[in-house]
Structure formats: structure tokens, C-alpha cells
């Protein structure tokens, strides 16, 4: 070191070093506050929206878009003559369900975003209909409803066909489904209501039962499996 800054440091003011010093650990100690806020606010950013962005990069999803006025009107309408359990898949933020409630059903709803099951159940219970209904966080693909006779479902076109198949094979013969915005493919409703996006379809348990197992037995009998011998 040169006399010149051994001078300048010993003449320095002993209060300035001091005042440095404590500026340096103020920055410091406002660089972990920052960080930690940032780090904060991702994880709480990842919280929220993770319940969103999860079910969308599953192979077949149910968005959440709210059923309009019409649309719960229109369904309640289709099952005006009919009672007890009610289901809807993919219930949003629990409108047909607490409307069902309303009406008498025992309903439930099935929603993979918990945000929404959270809402739905606060929703239930401040419009005093919380002890008949129940929300559950859950996959319909993972769930039976082998115990509702009336079932709701805002279904998206890629899902519908497998869904046939699970309902037709689940639901006692005695049940309803009502499927919104979208009909299945192959089911022949029983009766039509709404137009546009609040169209609604009902379908018979019992016909759609029939015509899967009709089709089961098409597979098994001995002409069919002759024309499939007789093609290999």
C-alpha cells in the first residue's frame, strides 16, 4: 500500500466508516427482504393458480364456465317430476347443486379445482342449503355413481363418448342424465330443451342401458363371432 493511501485511510472520519458500514448491511438485509417477498409471492402465485392450470394439462378436462340462468332453469325444468340423489360432474362454483338443493334434491358435485369446491361449499352454507348438498375435490374418471338417479354433466365433445360408456355401465335403470352444451354421440335423448349454448338433453337410464347391453350380446352370440372367424 502507497503512503498516500495509508494518509487517506488514516485521515478518513471514524463516523463515515461507521455510516458505510451500516449502509451496506441496510442493503443487505433489504436484499433478502426482496427476495423473500419475490420467493413469497411465486410460491402463493403457484398456490392459486396451480388448481387452474392442472386440469388443463390433463388429457381430457372439464374448463370451468359458469351455467347461465338459462341453463339451471332449463335443467331444473327436465327434472321437475323427479327426486332424490342428483349429481353434477363438474360442478364449477356449485350453482346447479345448490339450485337442485333448492328444489329438493339431495345433490352433489364432483370438481377436480378446490378453489371452487371451497367456494361452493361457503355458497351452500350462507344460502342455508349446506345439509343437502356435499361438493367433493375429486376425477370423475376415479368416482361411481352408481348411487344418483339424476345426473347433470357440462361435458366437452373429447370426454363424451368415453362417459357413455361409464354412466351406461354405472347408473341404476331408473336415473336420468341431462347433459349441457354438448349431446352425447350415440345416446338418443328423451326430450330437448333450450336453444343454442343453454340447449339441454335428457336421456333414459333404461334405453341407453338396453342398447349397451344389446350391443354386449351382439359381441358374444355365435353369428357374430362366425362373421368375425370367417373374415380372419
Known amino acids: 500500500m502507497s503512503?498516500?493511501?495509508e494518509f487517506f485511510l488514516d485521515s478518513a472520519p471514524a463516523g463515515h466508516l461507521k455510516s458505510d458500514i451500516k449502509e451496506a448491511k441496510s442493503r443487505s438485509r433489504l436484499g433478502v427482504i426482496v427476495t423473500g417477498v419475490l420467493g413469497g409471492s411465486l410460491v402463493a402465485l403457484y398456490a392459486v393458480a396451480a388448481p387452474f392450470v392442472t386440469p388443463a394439462l390433463r388429457k381430457v378436462c372439464l374448463p370451468f364456465v359458469p351455467a347461465t340462468t338459462a341453463q339451471v332453469e332449463n335443467v331444473l325444468r327436465m327434472l321437475?317430476?323427479?327426486s332424490g340423489t342428483l349429481v353434477d360432474i363438474g360442478s364449477g362454483d356449485g350453482r346447479i347443486v345448490i339450485a337442485a338443493a333448492k328444489h329438493g334434491f339431495q345433490a352433489s358435485g364432483f370438481e377436480l379445482n378446490?378453489?371452487?369446491v371451497w367456494y361452493s361449499r361457503l355458497k351452500a352454507w350462507r344460502e342455508g342449503v349446506h345439509r343437502s348438498t356435499s361438493f367433493h375435490i375429486s376425477d370423475l374418471w376415479k368416482v361411481s355413481f352408481a348411487q344418483y338417479s339424476n345426473v347433470v354433466i357440462f361435458g366437452v365433445p373429447q370426454m363424451m363418448e368415453q362417459l357413455e360408456l361409464k354412466l351406461a355401465t354405472e347408473l341404476p335403470s331408473t336415473?336420468?342424465?341431462v347433459a349441457c352444451r354438448?349431446?352425447?354421440p350415440t345416446w338418443v335423448p328423451e326430450h330437448t330443451d333450450?336453444?343454442?349454448i343453454d340447449t339441454v338433453w335428457v336421456?333414459?337410464?333404461m334405453t341407453f342401458k338396453s342398447h349397451l347391453q344389446h350391443g354386449m350380446t351382439q359381441k358374444t352370440t355365435p353369428e357374430h363371432k362366425d362373421k368375425q372367424d370367417s373374415h380372419t
Request: proline letters at 10%; zero cysteines; charged letters at 30%.
Open 194 to 196: 333450450g336453444e343454442g
Open 80 to 82: 321437475r317430476a323427479r
Open 114 to 116: 378446490p378453489w371452487l
Open 175 to 177: 336415473a336420468k342424465v
Open 3 to 5: 503512503q498516500q493511501e
Open 182 to 184: 354438448f349431446p352425447f
Open 203 to 205: 336421456y333414459d337410464a
